[in-house]
């Protein structure tokens, strides 16, 4: 099993190499958060011009992820996102198995409609054993609304594995080990973490962009 491990993660940093390279400039060191912005536009919440990005790395199925989603998400979505102090960016670290990826694939077939949020809370409200079969999968989004012809043919025809695979891969890359891993601009902070960890780095990180501005 350990064996498996180590080789499951040294493909996962072959394919973050892979991923990042051909982005960088030269022989220049790439800095993480030019690494996390190279992924392109992921499904946001909050104003993009904030002083502080948390990016966060998850998979639906893991149960420390559900427990950030139940009880700290909400409590950044109270405060410091809805004051304009953090943008926060969701990110797949699809590490627990096929159900992983299945479950990825639906919130970004779910996004395509515009229903990546309701989608992945309607994920983690339903995880747990077998949830995330393609019937299921296929359900939750005739439950929400989705217009299912489209829904079905994204989910079928896999068209978002390869984007799953680099957001995992980069994950991995950036020093990612266990799910969730946050990046608050641009530093890691692992594990399902009390709110009140998240407001202690994100006064940090608000202190020193008032002192850079002050600077200028």
């Not at 060191?29 to 993009?48: D, I, M, R």
């Not at 960016?89 to 996004?111: M, N, P, Q, T």
């Not at 409200?125 to 989705?146: C, D, P, V």
Request: net charge positive; hydrophobic share 40%.
């Amino acid at each position: 099993m350990q064996a498996d491990r180590q080789i499951f993660w040294m493909v996962v940093v072959w394919l973050a190499v892979l991923v990042i390279l051909p982005r960088s400039a030269g022989s220049r060191s790439v800095s993480v958060e030019e690494t996390l912005a190279a992924l392109g536009n992921g499904p946001t919440l909050g104003t993009t011009v904030a002083p502080v990005t948390i990016v966060e790395f998850s998979d639906f199925q893991c149960s420390f992820c559900k427990k950030f989603w139940a009880d700290t998400l909400p409590r950044l979505k109270e405060t410091p996102i809805k004051k304009g102090q953090v943008r926060f960016i969701y990110r797949h670290f699809a590490i627990l198995g096929k159900h992983s990826v299945e479950a990825a694939k639906g919130a970004e077939c779910a996004r395509e409609q515009g229903k990546f949020w309701k989608y992945h809370d309607k994920l983690f409200s339903n995880q747990g054993g077998l949830a995330f079969t393609n019937a299921k999968l296929k359900r939750y989004a005739q439950e929400m609304g989705l217009e299912m012809r489209p829904f079905s043919r994204c989910l079928d025809s896999g068209k978002y594995v390869k984007k799953i695979e680099g957001e995992t891969a980069v994950a991995a890359f950036l020093g990612a080990r266990g799910t969730p891993t946050f990046f608050v601009n641009g530093r890691l902070l692992a594990g399902a973490q009390p709110f009140e960890v998240f407001q202690n780095v994100i006064e940090d990180e608000l202190r020193k962009s008032s002192s850079k501005k002050k600077g200028r």
